[in-house]
């Protein structure tokens, strides 16, 4: 399996609080990805990077924004979290000329 | 812009019959294809993929695919299904930085 993990595994928050989203590889992959899962609409892309702090929005990134300082470490923040952001987020990476992405465990975000 | 369909949103087999989930996809270069399962609660592990080649690819687990151009299609097949490939399938298309997921078929397995 590759190294990929997420943090928190689970969170609870209210509406209009902000809230990090951390996702943490070992395997040195150039490309680092975030989406989001709900029912009926597979996996979305919010964001990804292409390196160190070199990002860029995915098809849903309105209300989310990401930073990559460092190579094994992608964070993605929602500024005022809402309840429309309720959702299971995965982070995934990929390598250089390699398309095939690897997943993380996820994160299931609940917005109250 | 690429995009998925899987038309089959749920689909029951009884264990050791064959089965066929299908996804067919948009897109405007060639291909890079994907499909991946998902079990309860967990990510997803991808099962196998289409670049180039034999149009017909093996992957993990007993799965195959195989790629029809000419009906921009990539179906997944497993000859005998087990209790435990019950979960969900996903297929995908799509390079490093445009991937398009479908919205997923769940299996369900019989005893």
């Known amino acids: 399996d590759a190294g990929i993990t997420q943090s928190p595994r689970h969170k609870v928050t209210e509406t209009g609080t902000p809230v990090t989203l951390r996702c943490h590889q070992t395997?040195?992959?150039?490309?680092m990805y975030w989406y989001r899962q709900d029912p009926g609409h597979g996996l979305r892309l919010i964001h990804y990077?292409?390196?160190?702090?070199?990002?860029d929005k995915g098809e849903v990134s309105d209300g989310y924004s990401v930073s990559r300082s460092k190579t094994e470490d992608f964070l993605l923040t929602l500024e005022s979290a809402t309840s429309s952001q309720t959702s299971v987020y995965f982070c995934?990476?990929?390598?250089?000329?390699?398309?095939?992405?690897?997943f993380g465990p996820g994160t299931r975000l609940t917005v109250t | 812009a690429q995009s998925v369909t899987q038309p089959d949103i749920h689909i029951t087999v009884s264990e050791g019959a064959s089965l066929e989930l299908r996804c067919n996809y948009s897109?405007?270069?060639?291909?890079?294809l994907f499909w991946y399962v998902q079990s309860p609660g967990q990510g997803l592990q991808l099962l196998l993929k289409?670049?180039?080649?034999?149009?017909l690819v093996q992957g993990i687990k007993g799965f195959e695919a195989e790629f029809k151009r000419s009906q921009s299609s990539f179906n997944l097949r497993k000859p005998s299904v087990h209790w435990s490939d019950a979960a969900e399938y996903f297929c995908?298309?799509?390079?490093?930085?445009?991937?398009?997921f479908g919205a997923g078929t769940r299996l369900t397995v019989k005893p």
């Open positions: 995934a990476i990929s390598g250089e000329g390699h398309y095939e992405q690897y």
């Open positions: 395997e040195n992959h150039r490309y």
């Open positions: 990077s292409y390196g160190v702090k070199d990002t």
């Open positions: 897109y405007g270069a060639t291909p890079y």
């Open positions: 289409y670049f180039s080649g034999d149009t």
């Open positions: 995908a298309v799509g390079g490093a930085t445009d991937m398009r």
